[in-house]
């Protein structure tokens, strides 16, 4: 390479925007766009719908949560309306034994491995039994829990996954943060540990165009986010963060060479957040349009998904209701059963803290004890 093509800055960062094209299998309208890319994705029709179903579930929790939160029943909620491709199709490829490591907007993929909805909104009042990670009959589900220090769980990923190496499992950790995330120091920290042991990690970076306010194009100059993972060796994907079996066949194939012993990989899911930040107040039109919602939901991945599997004929609209009528049934269930645990006590909560307290937590323990809070 001679001096002027290593010092031609500009070409490289064209040829660096052309590394990272969109994995893309079904387009907005529901229309197969890679043909090849569909048959490797390999899921029977019961599993397409199963997935469906799974996207239906987060929808029809999002719903509701936000409902409760309107009425003051809802602790913290970070709305996942937009996301169900990226969240739920990722994870329909992982395996029982993987470890989930998701970030505060990533219970769905929880709930998708076993976790009963009535912990989620215990969790989301910051009750203690919402963190005990188990499935309605005590089977343990693993999954950490969903992280607000943001970054933070790919340092533990990268940790657990090496714990996995060490031991000869057949498992992965999978692990999610955002685009706001993908700063955060821990996230690159997680990814180029995980490279330099090789150690079976997935790591995504959900790109849903906000950080609360601060948009995606603020947030970096680099043009991909998913180029963060080629600094720690680690192979990085943009993904159609939208198109479900675009997610599902980039997190298999993620997996398959994680856990063949090959280190992690990173992949970008080009996605949108549809609601707000939080239902703690913030007001989206405070910083983008209401056209730029309005376009995303028609992008929005229920659509297509739903598109394509009205198309193949294992899927209608009187499925649909019929499911949402028993996933509303359900989740009103769970809440009256989340209404109904025993309001935390103070004394539990710090019990629940440390295995063996030390001096100071034994006696605040008493004394609320006593105080019987
Ligand atoms: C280490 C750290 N810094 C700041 C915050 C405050 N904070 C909470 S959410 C958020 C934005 C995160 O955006 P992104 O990673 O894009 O995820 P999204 O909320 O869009 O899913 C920030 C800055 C935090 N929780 N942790």
């Given at each position: 390479m001679t001096a002027k093509d290593s010092l031609d800055f500009k070409k490289q960062l064209k040829e660096q925007d052309k590394q990272f094209p969109m994995l893309q299998i079904l387009d907005e309208t529901g229309k197969v766009v890679d043909a090849d890319g569909e048959k490797q994705v390999g899921l029977s029709n019961d599993e397409l719908v199963q997935l469906f179903k799974n996207m239906l579930l987060s929808r029809q929790i999002d719903i509701r949560c936000t409902k409760l939160a309107k009425q003051g029943r809802m602790g913290f909620f970070a709305p996942t309306a937009g996301q169900e491709a990226s969240q739920m199709a990722s994870a329909f490829a992982f395996t029982e034994d993987d470890w989930l490591f998701p970030g505060y907007r990533d219970l769905p993929q929880i709930y998708s491995k076993g976790w009963p909805i009535w912990k989620g909104l215990l969790w989301s009042r910051g009750h203690q039994l919402g963190n005990i990670y188990t499935t309605e009959d005590d089977k343990p589900v693993n999954s950490w829990f969903p992280q607000i220090i943001i970054g933070a769980q790919f340092v533990e990923a990268a940790g657990v996954a090496l714990g996995l190496k060490k031991r000869q499992k057949d498992a992965v950790a999978f692990v999610y943060t955002g685009d706001g995330g993908s700063s955060q120091g821990d996230t690159y920290e997680?990814?180029?540990?995980?490279?330099?042991?090789?150690?079976?990690?997935?790591?995504?970076?959900?790109?849903?165009?906000f950080a609360i306010s601060t948009p995606r194009d603020l947030q970096t100059a680099a043009q991909h986010l998913a180029a963060k993972g080629w600094a720690a060796g680690a192979p990085s994907i943009v993904v159609d963060g939208n198109d479900a079996l675009a997610m599902y066949l980039a997190s298999k194939t993620a997996r398959a060479w994680a856990v063949a012993g090959n280190g992690p990989v990173v992949i970008e899911t080009i996605t949108n957040r549809l609601e707000p930040h939080s239902t703690a107040g913030d007001d989206p039109l405070r910083y983008r349009t209401k056209e730029s919602i309005d376009e995303w939901w028609q992008k929005e991945p229920l659509i297509r998904f739903r598109k394509y599997l009205t198309d193949k004929k294992i899927w209608d609209e009187a499925q649909e209701e019929a499911y949402i009528a028993e996933l509303d049934a359900r989740i009103d269930a769970d809440i009256e059963k989340a209404n109904g645990v025993e309001k935390q006590k103070i004394s539990s909560f710090l019990k629940n803290t440390l295995e063996v307290p030390g001096q100071a937590m034994s006696e605040q323990i008493k004394a609320f004890e006593e105080a019987g809070k």
């Amino acid at each position: 390479m001679t001096a002027k093509d290593s010092l031609d800055f500009k070409k490289q960062l064209k040829e660096q925007d052309k590394q990272f094209p969109m994995l893309q299998i079904l387009d907005e309208t529901g229309k197969v766009v890679d043909a090849d890319g569909e048959k490797q994705v390999g899921l029977s029709n019961d599993e397409l719908v199963q997935l469906f179903k799974n996207m239906l579930l987060s929808r029809q929790i999002d719903i509701r949560c936000t409902k409760l939160a309107k009425q003051g029943r809802m602790g913290f909620f970070a709305p996942t309306a937009g996301q169900e491709a990226s969240q739920m199709a990722s994870a329909f490829a992982f395996t029982e034994d993987d470890w989930l490591f998701p970030g505060y907007r990533d219970l769905p993929q929880i709930y998708s491995k076993g976790w009963p909805i009535w912990k989620g909104l215990l969790w989301s009042r910051g009750h203690q039994l919402g963190n005990i990670y188990t499935t309605e009959d005590d089977k343990p589900v693993n999954s950490w829990f969903p992280q607000i220090i943001i970054g933070a769980q790919f340092v533990e990923a990268a940790g657990v996954a090496l714990g996995l190496k060490k031991r000869q499992k057949d498992a992965v950790a999978f692990v999610y943060t955002g685009d706001g995330g993908s700063s955060q120091g821990d996230t690159y920290e997680g990814i180029n540990f995980a490279g330099a042991y090789k150690a079976p990690m997935v790591a995504f970076i959900q790109n849903n165009g906000f950080a609360i306010s601060t948009p995606r194009d603020l947030q970096t100059a680099a043009q991909h986010l998913a180029a963060k993972g080629w600094a720690a060796g680690a192979p990085s994907i943009v993904v159609d963060g939208n198109d479900a079996l675009a997610m599902y066949l980039a997190s298999k194939t993620a997996r398959a060479w994680a856990v063949a012993g090959n280190g992690p990989v990173v992949i970008e899911t080009i996605t949108n957040r549809l609601e707000p930040h939080s239902t703690a107040g913030d007001d989206p039109l405070r910083y983008r349009t209401k056209e730029s919602i309005d376009e995303w939901w028609q992008k929005e991945p229920l659509i297509r998904f739903r598109k394509y599997l009205t198309d193949k004929k294992i899927w209608d609209e009187a499925q649909e209701e019929a499911y949402i009528a028993e996933l509303d049934a359900r989740i009103d269930a769970d809440i009256e059963k989340a209404n109904g645990v025993e309001k935390q006590k103070i004394s539990s909560f710090l019990k629940n803290t440390l295995e063996v307290p030390g001096q100071a937590m034994s006696e605040q323990i008493k004394a609320f004890e006593e105080a019987g809070k």
